[in-house]
Each structure stands twice: as C-alpha cells, then as structure tokens.
C-alpha cells in the first residue's frame, strides 16, 4: 500500500511550491500527515523541481539501535535525496497501547534513517499526547518513525533494585507473621 502525491502543475520551474500541500496514508492504527507550505523549495537529488512524493509503511525495520523501539510503524518517504527549503511538517499518528513499557509517552520522538551511514537520527518534535500525534519538520524525505528509548538500569543498580525488593518482602514477611501470631494469641482474663 502507498500513496502517491504527484506535485506536477503545483511546483514551479524553480521548484517553489504554489499553493499549500497536504497528503496523508493510515496503516492500521498509525497514520502519517505531511504538510508543504506554500513557497517552499522542492528540488529532487539533482536539484531538478520534485514531481512526486511517495508515502509507503515499512513493517520491518533494521539496524535499529539496540535500546531503540518504534511504535507503530516506519513509513518511506521517497525519493531519497529530495530536499525542502523551509522544512515540510510530517505528522505521525500512534496508539499509546503500542508504546512499549518502560518508555514515557512525553519522551516519544520522530527519528529518520539515513541509508548512506546506516544510522538512525531523532528530530526535534512536538508529543501531543492529546491527539496521539508526534509532529517534526524535516528538510528531505526519507525513512521516519516514531521511536522511544529504554534506558536500561545500570548493572550495580540491577543488583541494588533486587536487593532492596528481596528485603522489603522479607521484612514485609516477618511483620505480617508477627501480626497473625499476635492476632490468634489466647486472650488474657
């Protein structure tokens, strides 16, 4: 499934944008928006006017980093190389049941593979938590999906976290015996 935006009559010669754009394509839960404002500059990778944009969803997605999970999906935005003068709004829509644990909804954010180093880079964004959105401005297309980070604890704390929980269930434990035993003790008269 894609969607295909053809920007034919609507971009000049000098590749300026004529009149405001806005395409979308939803994929199950996840949706993606993007928006071109009147006056932009958008030039394909030879620096040519761009002719069309295409939006694709992405279900699997590698060379993600290891402490990195995406929620929803990744979509495609091609072609790669294209380039937008101001930044184009893209929009992407999430289910907060998708979010993994351990991963806060404010710290959601929009990140974008770059195929040449093989690296994934976050974007400043907007969480609107409200609407189930995250919004980003990106100045070329490429592969995009929203993203949050786990951030393992670190190995002392690991232990530190067990031992504190191993104590208050023994002590916890104890009170609790105490209290039955004190509870079914013969009455004194």
Same mark, same amino acid.
């Given at each position: 499934? +894609?969607?295909?935006?053809? +920007? ?9 944008? #004529?009149?405001? +754009? ?12 993007? %928006?071109?404002? %009147? ?5 394909d990778?030879?620096? #040519?006017? @761009?002719?069309?944009? $295409?939006l ?17 999906l990744?979509?495609? @935005? /091609?072609? =790669? ?9 893209? #929009? ?22 770059d ?18 959105t ?5 100045? =070329? +297309?490429?592969?995009?999906? &929203?993203?949050?980070? &786990? ?7 690991? *232990? *530190?976290? $067990?031992?504190?929980?191993? $104590? ?15 509870? /079914?003790?013969?009455? &004194?008269?």
């Amino acid at each position: 499934m +894609l969607n295909e935006l053809a +920007l034919g009559g609507t971009v000049t010669e000098n590749g300026i944008v #004529s009149e405001a +754009l806005r395409f979308s394509l939803a994929y199950g839960a996840t949706e993606i928006l993007v %928006q071109i404002p %009147q006056g932009t500059r958008a030039l394909d990778e030879a620096g #040519s006017p @761009l002719e069309t944009i $295409i939006l694709r969803p992405v279900v699997e997605i590698s060379e993600l980093p290891v402490d990195w999970r995406i929620v929803g999906l990744a979509f495609d @935005l /091609s072609p =790669h190389g294209a380039v937008f003068n101001p930044p184009l709004s893209v #929009s992407l829509g999430y289910d907060i049941a998708s979010c993994p644990r351990g991963i806060p909804e404010r710290d959601l954010a929009i990140a974008c593979y770059d195929a040449e180093t093989g690296k994934w880079t976050k974007i400043e964004c907007i969480v609107n938590a409200g609407n189930g959105t995250v919004t980003g401005r990106l100045s =070329h +297309l490429a592969l995009v999906a &929203i993203v949050g980070e &786990i951030t393992p604890l670190p190995p002392s704390m690991g *232990w *530190w976290v $067990i031992a504190v929980a191993v $104590i208050a269930v023994v002590v916890i434990g104890i009170a609790a015996t105490n209290y039955v035993l004190w509870r /079914s003790r013969p009455a &004194i008269r």
